[in-house]
C-alpha cells in the first residue's frame, strides 16, 4: 500500500514555542492531504483540508492563525502548531489522498507534548 | 450532530469466532464507507469500504455490509485473530467531499486467543 511518513514522530515543546510537523507522501503524488487531531479516547477531528498549491479549508472551530498549514508540492504538506499551549497536547495524524480514489493513506502520527 | 456513530465503545470475542462491528449514519449524502484499523500511537490503516451502490464487500476474512434503508454498516471478521485486536474507525464520505471523512468515534476489539 501507499506510504505516507511524518516527522517527527514524537515532540516535546515549551509553552509558547511553534512547532513544525512534516507530512511526506513517499510513493505517489498527493494533491489533497488532511491533518487530524486524537484526544485520549477519541475519534479522529479532522482539522483542515491541505490543497497543493492553494490556502487550507479548515474546519468550524480550527484557528488558521494558530495552525499554520502549508502544501508547497504534490508530496509534503506541513503544519505549524504557533505559540503552542499545553491544551494543544495532542496526537496529530496526517493523511494523503490519491487522486483516483477515496482511500485516505495516513501516516504514523506525531505526538505532541507542551510543557 | 453526529454523523458516523460507533455505539460500542469494546468489543471482546475468542479466538475464531466472528467479530462485528457495527456503524450508523445520519447522512443521507453519505455515498462511500471505509473501515479503518489502528494500533495505539500509529496511524490508521485502511482496512475495506464500500460504496452506496453495493451492500456487501469481501476481502478475505473482512466483508462489510451496507443497508442504506436502515444507515447501516457492519464490518465482520471470520475467524477473529488475537492480530486483529485494535480500533476499528468506520468512515463516510459524500461524493461532493471526495476524500473528507467523517470518522465514527471508533470500537476497541479484543480478540483473546
Known amino acids: 500500500g501507499a506510504v505516507v511518513s511524518q516527522h517527527p514522530s514524537r515532540v516535546i515543546c515549551k509553552s509558547g514555542t511553534s512547532v513544525k510537523i512534516e507530512c511526506r507522501s513517499l510513493d505517489f503524488q498527493a494533491t489533497t492531504m488532511f491533518w487530524y487531531r486524537q484526544f485520549p479516547k477519541q475519534s479522529l477531528m479532522l482539522m483542515a483540508t491541505?490543497?497543493?498549491?492553494?490556502?487550507?479549508?479548515?474546519e468550524q472551530g480550527v484557528e488558521k492563525d494558530k495552525f499554520l498549514i502549508n502544501h508547497a508540492s504534490l508530496t509534503l504538506s506541513t503544519l505549524t502548531v504557533t505559540s503552542a499551549h499545553p491544551e494543544d497536547s495532542s496526537f496529530y495524524i496526517c493523511s494523503a489522498r490519491r487522486t483516483i480514489n477515496y482511500e485516505q493513506y495516513f501516516g504514523p502520527g506525531t505526538r505532541l507534548t507542551v510543557t | 450532530d453526529q454523523q458516523v456513530k460507533q455505539n460500542s465503545p469494546s468489543l471482546s470475542v475468542q479466538e475464531g469466532r466472528i467479530s462485528i462491528l457495527n456503524c450508523d449514519y445520519t447522512n443521507s449524502m453519505f455515498d462511500y464507507f471505509l473501515w479503518y484499523k489502528k494500533y495505539p500511537a500509529e496511524g490508521p490503516t485502511f482496512l475495506i469500504s464500500i460504496s452506496s451502490i453495493k451492500d456487501k464487500n469481501e476481502d478475505g476474512r473482512f466483508t462489510v455490509f451496507l443497508n442504506k434503508s436502515a444507515k447501516h454498516l457492519s464490518l465482520h471478521i471470520v475467524p477473529s485473530q488475537p492480530g486483529d485486536s485494535a480500533v476499528y474507525f468506520c468512515?463516510?464520505?459524500?461524493?461532493?467531499?471526495?476524500?473528507?471523512?467523517?470518522f465514527g468515534d471508533g470500537t476497541t476489539l479484543t480478540v483473546k486467543p
Open positions: 468512515a463516510a464520505s459524500a461524493g461532493t467531499n471526495a476524500g473528507k471523512s467523517t
Open positions: 491541505s490543497n497543493e498549491g492553494s490556502k487550507a479549508t479548515y
